[in-house]
């Protein structure tokens, strides 16, 4: 009995092997892994950067993934004219065409819906080109820097028709320029030459980067 091992030691030691070779590979997968903070206020590009590693090093968007982006570029370009319409009455603005005052009316009736569809209709299509080329409007956004309004806001007004189309499904540059609250913590992973790269955004929330430093 002294000098053979019981199964059951024999069973324990297979199991300190296993647990001794898993600590080894963790420890050597580990250090490939170089993990990377995106620390910045709101608005200041945080997500963008990881959208654009995600398209240089982990394959780009799929087609699935680029059409669940549609409902929050069109939320984008709502907002936005929303704003600028709200702006107007603080800057004092005027519509160049009084005509509009109509449509601004519309457009706060018709956004609504519209976002929980996740869709321009062509009623509202019409209201936002319209309140769009208005010169009003346009010099309330060229005054941007008195209020709050997402550097996208010219891409997307611009081209209505083609976001709005019930077909439309956003390209790579799309999303690049789509904005979103980030809230919680978001990770993506990536490899470049051998080691892995896992790339964090924390919604800019000192509570979110608690969570993941600890």
Excluded at 15 to 40: A, F, M, N, P, T
Excluded at 177 to 194: A, H, L, P, Q, Y
């Amino acid at each position: 009995m002294g000098c053979r091992q019981s199964s059951e030691e024999k069973e324990a030691a297979r199991r300190s092997r296993r647990i001794d070779r898993h600590l080894r590979s963790e420890s050597q997968r580990q250090r490939r892994e170089i993990k990377l903070l995106l620390l910045g206020t709101s608005n200041s590009g945080k997500s963008t950067i990881v959208k654009q590693m995600k398209i240089i090093h982990s394959g780009g968007f799929n087609l699935e993934a680029c059409k669940e982006y549609k409902p929050l570029i069109l939320y984008n370009a709502i907002d936005s004219l929303t704003r600028i319409i709200r702006a107007l009455t603080t800057l004092k603005i005027d519509f160049h065409n009084p005509d509009r005052a109509y449509d601004a009316v519309q457009l706060f009736a018709l956004t609504g819906p519209a976002e929980s569809k996740g869709e321009i209709t062509p009623e509202l299509l019409g209201v936002m080109k319209r309140l769009w080329a208005d010169a009003g409007v346009q010099e309330c956004f060229q005054r941007s820097n008195e209020y709050h309004l997402e550097d996208n806001t010219a891409y997307y007004l611009n081209d209505l028709d083609r976001i709005s189309a019930l077909e439309y499904i956003p390209t790579v540059e799309d999303i690049l320029r789509s904005r979103d609250m980030t809230t919680g913590i978001v990770e993506n992973k990536f490899t470049f030459k051998e080691l892995t790269f896992k790339m964090v955004d924390v919604g800019g929330q000192r509570s979110e980067r608690k969570k993941w430093i600890h």
